[in-house]
């Protein structure tokens, strides 16, 4: 009998990996080692739950491990940690609530995702200073904010905050995605929001022109930002107190740092797995690592960039979803690559919507091997006589040789997060400015002027090219 | 000295010729001859014009007649007809305020739009019928709706509605763009509003799927419909009374009829200029006609279909501006290519989007000579646990013996109008159903799910290939 499939981690990428794999191969034996209880969570909702838009972490699961085992019939092992992988014996060594013990594979997926970063910030350990690295943290956050939790299940013990007073302020550590969801999410709770960003600006990789324009609002809606300002650390006794940053010390009684995610890349490379540049573990276009029998996929893992053609790592649910598929269909028998990435991302900050693709830093498109050039338009996202339309912003790049389209953000109130899935078509088709101006895109007075916002862009690109 | 080039018509093709070619020739001439005194206005606008949405016929026009003589420094003519072409001696026959005259050309661009189709039924001439074929026709029915329209200073003689009661009902022929916008406007009015279509479904460009889910909610909204079923006249003495259809007829106080528009190419053919099999002129991939320095663009000419390679009719907004925008390149010495059409359009239906791409149809796609496979999905706009989503549904086709994807169809509450893009692009590239459901598309909990339902949709229709 040959050894079965063994899946290392029971979020998007495992999980889908596993399913696709008994969809394909229903005879075929596979097992999912899964370290905590939570399994196909969407931590891209955690900030929605803190804020209240979504009641229970329950709800954020879209499929249970009941449901994987009984409808999937996925041998799924919560509470189990993988924490050694034999290459030559091809085992991986489990522990799981019953003590030790050794699983052998035929294929095995490393989908063990990525952590929050923790910077060496002196009081990062006192009371009331969060990640939200986890479906617990997300618990604890809301049990600080003293909202009722009611079916919360943590692993992880809450702290106490009994003797706590009701907190009346935040402060964000990091502009990131997480850091201004979660600002909004803060200030729907009614808190007093710092978000200190070490950088010029928040929304790193959505440039400069989308980020300035999202400040403005977040500042209109009351957040006080502290850009450009490196924290020097988390004041207080047991408890946070203030953040202390450049001059002064910013009283806050509750810390949330979201400076970043790392790749969970140390079970890969104890067992001699190969980690590229980034930092994330390296894969061919299958996702294969540098062992035949070891794939990786999801946030712990490189994938092929479709401007660059280079590995990059950008940890996104999508990325995960669609390589652990892609990977269940190889193992079923059917090789079938894991796709390319554009790091398509959107983002929802208070009443804006922001969004990127592609490469939007001159710099690094220059570094790519490109001579870029970039515009900057703003059009109006309804035709001009409709009521209610609002104005979208978009910054687009373009390489002056080949005339090719490299990336852009966009940023307004309305028909942004999927308006910039055109120009991630585009930029999978390969498209110039000028063909991406010419695309037969829809219009109707509700919901576009007759040459769409993204045609206007790529007609001014063109022009700059 | 060389003769100017003359644009015949002064909607969107015609100026976005003219303000190209001098934008990009400013010393050559040129002369645009409009027989209306409306330029560049949206006609696609007048739905909401009747509907109140937008309160003059002004508030329409995107450039003024004065602003394209004074900023754009355009001789434009308003209130002149071009009557007769003649070839041989490149001139032109214009009936103005002043008289006939000839006009010499060196290039000319016949851009004379399309008209609403006036069926050959009974009673289309009796007081209270319309067609929404002018700006003075909107005006013309928002008087006959008793609404005032301070501002409107229309060509045509307004029918005296002093006596006519209030209308309280209104039958709308032909449940195309116009008729679904128009049922909205109406019922926003207060009207009882009765919609008959000829065939079994409306928006026959959008198919049967999406047509379905539209006319749900039409009743929903309280619209009578009359589907399947061929009007036979329009009653009444010298006012419509009622609607006759079927076995009976329905009383009505007004009468639109919607049934299409048709290219007014008898300018043209006069001249012998050859029109294509869809009746509207044919044109190379410069807009060129048979004769060389005669061009056609807009709602008049053809163009060629990015999925059949086929010259094809499809008179909407946007191709117009685009095919004008190029002509006026071309003739300005840039020698450009008009641009290849998906026939991609959207509408709203009261609460609804809907959207469409390409080829639909699977017996035209058969024509056309593909092996056609269609599949029809739903899927949520919103990740699963972000409150207020709802649900998208695509049909989406694709070739069985390539695995290219032929064209889409959508309708939702949210997300559907600039979601057909993601598909339009996808046409314009030639992707495959495999490769549209690995595009990386934006993903983020209040815009989207995971997968995106393009990419399920895609997913889904790639399984059934």
Redesign the interface.
């Known amino acids: 009998m040959t050894a079965p499939v063994v899946v290392v981690g029971g979020d998007?990428a495992g999980m889908s990996a596993a399913s696709k794999f008994k969809r394909d191969a229903p005879d075929r034996e596979l097992v999912v080692f899964e370290r905590g209880q939570w399994v196909s969570y969407?931590a891209?909702?955690l900030p929605?739950y803190v804020k209240g838009?979504?009641e229970t972490l329950e709800?954020?699961v879209?499929v249970t491990p009941e449901e994987f085992v009984e409808e999937r019939d996925i041998d799924l092992r919560t509470n189990h940690e993988v924490t050694a992988i034999d290459r030559d014996d091809r085992t991986v060594t489990v522990e799981g609530p019953d003590g030790e013990f050794e699983q052998s594979y035929s294929d095995l997926l490393v989908a063990t995702g990525a952590r929050a970063v923790e910077p060496p910030l002196d009081g990062m350990d006192k009371d009331g200073v969060f990640t939200l690295h986890s479906m617990g943290a997300g618990a604890d956050i809301r049990r600080a904010l003293g909202v009722e939790t009611p079916s919360v299940d943590s692993r992880e013990a809450a702290a106490d905050y009994a003797d706590a007073e009701s907190p009346e302020s935040v402060g964000i550590i990091g502009g990131g995605y997480v850091g201004i969801e979660m600002a909004e999410a803060f200030a729907e709770r009614g808190l007093d929001v710092h978000l200190f960003e070490m950088l010029p600006h928040t929304l790193q990789p959505f440039g400069a022109e989308a980020a300035a324009t999202v400040e403005d609002h977040l500042r209109e809606e009351g957040i006080d930002l502290h850009l450009d300002t490196a924290v020097e650390g988390i004041r207080g006794d047991e408890r946070v107190s203030a953040i202390a940053a450049g001059d002064a010390d910013v009283p806050v009684d509750l810390a949330l740092v979201g400076v970043g995610v790392a790749p969970n890349t140390d079970l890969a490379e104890d067992a001699g797995i190969e980690v590229g540049e980034t930092g994330a573990i390296a894969t061919d276009e299958y996702g294969r690592t540098n062992d035949d029998h070891v794939y990786a996929a999801g946030d712990c893992a490189e994938a092929t960039h479709?401007v660059t053609g280079e590995p990059d790592h950008v940890p996104?649910?999508?990325?995960a979803?669609?390589a652990g598929r892609a990977i269940g269909q190889t193992l079923a028998g059917d090789p079938t690559?894991v796709?390319?990435?554009?790091?398509?991302?959107?983002?929802?900050a208070f009443d804006l919507?922001v969004?990127r693709?592609g490469l939007i830093d001159e710099e690094r498109a220059t570094e790519a091997g490109f001579d870029p050039v970039s515009v900057t338009i703003t059009a109006p996202s309804r035709?001009?006589?409709?009521?209610g339309g609002s104005a979208i912003e978009i910054t687009i790049l373009g390489d002056r040789e080949s005339g090719r389209v490299l990336g852009a953000s966009m940023v307004g109130r309305e028909?942004v997060?999927?308006?910039?899935?055109?120009v991630?078509?585009?930029l999978?088709?390969e498209?110039t400015a000028h063909?991406l101006s010419?695309?037969?895109?829809?219009?109707?007075?509700?919901?576009?002027p007759?040459?769409?916002p993204?045609?206007t862009a790529a007609k001014v690109l063109e022009g700059k090219l």
Chains 1, 2 share one sequence.
């Open positions: 998007a969407g891209c909702g929605y838009a979504v709800d954020l879209s479709v996104l649910a999508l990325t979803n669609r690559p796709g390319e990435i554009a790091g398509t991302a959107a983002v929802k919507e969004a693709t035709a001009h006589y409709y009521p028909g997060a999927k308006r910039i899935d055109t991630a078509a585009a999978h088709a498209m063909q010419y695309l037969d895109l829809a219009y109707a007075p509700p919901f576009s007759v040459w769409d993204v045609l």
